[in-house]
């Protein structure tokens, strides 16, 4: 898995990732035209400062880094020489240096045009292959090297959830519909001590550290996200507006996907949702989200816990509230919980609603495998209330 991947596997994988990055960045030039333009909301950024921030990102960290060596104990505000497009009198840092650039500023910037962008990652790629190779094959010594790799991975699924809200095909195959019906029992979870954060060697993200224990009481959780044929009947009960990128139509409900109107599969997770919308559901339904350790004392203990599985295999992009319940028992309880917490409960965790880092999960599913979800740690995207 990238956590703990060799050179070989590193240089293998960053040459994926920048083959990934320059195809979705053609098909927004074949969307967009050379122009480029997209508006200007939270959400979304130009795709050409998207395209020179990755390879600007991967120099800083690099090529450019006079304590590479020192990996996570480097310190980020070493002095630094010029960057590459310095040459062309570019001064890169002032263009994609995303700490010091303000979100709506980069609607205005004079960026390099895309064909000098592209020749600038070219370079960059090599240079970064080159010192990869040298590198001592350790943690330290690979840790920036993994740090551009799942840097780029997390703009690619920026760049997939762009291009579904624009309506956008950048090649993401659709998933076949689904006509039987998925099967969604619970499992029950005994209480136990569990570890927030990580612990173990290889890569983590600085969010990841401060490893801490909690108590987690004993719960039951759906082993599968929830379904669009769960979800749905609480919008047809006029309880919920219909969802993003969904429609009725005179012979059912249809999904947009990358701009394209299909006929929904209504056992495929429901997605795109927001906190307020899945806490909706759960209050019709008498449930609730799992907590940030509930889900993870599921997804590494629980027989059958697909949800890890789902978001690893499916090919929309990125989910926004892919919806995953459970019922917690109180002590000496029958049946499912439906009502809030007795008094005598522990205080509530902050609520998961599990997003989609579809890129990590894919990229963890076909290196490591889904049997040991050493990786889960916590570092999927999540919203919490």
Not at 254 to 269: F, K, N, R
């Amino acid at each position: 898995m990238a956590r703990h991947a060799d050179r070989t596997t590193l240089a293998a994988a960053l040459v994926d990732t920048r083959e990934r990055t320059l195809r979705q960045f053609a098909a927004f030039e074949r969307a967009l035209g050379p122009g480029l333009h997209v508006p200007c909301t939270p959400a979304l950024n130009p795709p050409l400062w998207e395209l020179g921030h990755i390879g600007w990102f991967a120099d800083w960290w690099i090529a450019r880094n006079p304590q590479l060596e020192r990996g996570v104990r480097a310190d980020p505000h070493a002095l630094r020489g010029p960057a590459r497009q310095a040459t062309r009198g570019v001064n890169a840092d002032a263009l994609y240096d995303s700490s010091a650039i303000a979100h709506d500023q980069r609607w205005q910037l004079n960026l390099p045009d895309a064909q000098a962008t592209r020749a600038d990652l070219a370079a960059g790629l090599e240079q970064t292959l080159a010192l990869l190779f040298e590198a001592p094959e350790d943690d330290t010594g690979l840790y920036f090297f993994r740090l551009a790799l799942f840097h780029e991975d997390m703009h690619a699924e920026a760049g997939v959830t762009m291009a579904q809200a624009l309506g956008i095909d950048v090649s993401h195959p659709s998933p076949p519909v689904r006509t039987e019906p998925v099967q969604v029992p619970t499992v029950h979870v005994p209480a136990m001590r569990w570890t927030l954060g990580w612990t173990g060697p290889g890569f983590a993200f600085d969010n990841e550290l401060g490893a801490h224990t909690v108590d987690v009481a004993a719960f039951e959780i759906d082993t599968h996200p929830v379904t669009w044929a769960r979800y749905l009947p609480l919008v047809d009960a006029g309880l919920a507006a219909v969802p993003r990128y969904l429609r009725r139509t005179p012979h059912g409900w249809e999904a947009q996907h990358v701009g394209i109107w299909q006929t929904l599969d209504l056992q495929a997770p429901a997605c795109h949702l927001s906190a307020t919308e899945a806490q909706a559901w759960c209050r019709w339904a008498g449930r609730r989200l799992p907590t940030e350790a509930e889900w993870e004392v599921a997804a590494h203990t629980a027989p059958g816990f697909a949800c890890f599985r789902a978001l690893s295999r499916l090919h929309a992009p990125p989910l926004p509230g892919l919806l995953t319940t459970l019922v917690r028992r109180p002590p000496g309880a029958q049946g499912r919980q439906r009502r809030d917490p007795p008094a005598h409960a522990p205080p509530p965790l902050p609520q998961l609603l599990p997003g989609g880092a579809h890129r990590h999960l894919c990229r963890l599913s076909k290196r490591a495998g889904l049997s040991k979800l050493t990786d889960l740690c916590g570092s999927h995207r999540a919203w919490y209330r």
